[in-house]
Nanobody, 124 residues
């Protein structure tokens, strides 16, 4: 079971950028897929991106692909979500999550381990 801790959220003006980090511990990460999800108040949890830990292959939701990038540092057991050209509608709690390599990586119930989340607020 992995323990996940996010950081990097905050208040940013529209058009700004943030880099979220997710430090993972307690698991065998070569078997893992690491995902990022977000949830705005009153909304369902939304898939953002995932990365396959051992290969680095990744996928970002189509609606965010031109602005968001996911990456990882295997030496630091950390995944990153780089977010650019932020919009007010990007405001949400962003969570990272870990799963094994079975099941769809865009589906929140497939993920066994979750971080507490970090708040991102995009406002002028």
């Amino acid at each position: 079971q992995a323990q996940l801790v996010e950081s990097g959220g905050g208040l940013v003006q529209p058009g700004g950028s943030l880099r979220l980090s997710c430090v993972a511990s307690g698991g065998t990460f070569s078997k893992y897929v690491m995902g990022w999800f977000r949830q705005a108040p009153g909304m369902e949890r939304q898939f953002v991106a995932f990365i396959i830990w051992n290969s680095g292959n990744s996928y970002v939701a189509e609606s965010m692909r031109d602005r968001f990038t996911i990456s990882r540092d295997v030496t630091e057991n950390t995944s990153f979500l780089e977010m650019n050209s932020l919009k007010p509608e990007d405001t949400a709690v962003y969570c990272c999550a870990a799963k094994d390599q079975s099941g769809p990586a865009t589906w929140p119930p497939a993920y066994a381990d979750w971080g507490q989340g970090t708040q991102v607020t995009v406002s002028s």
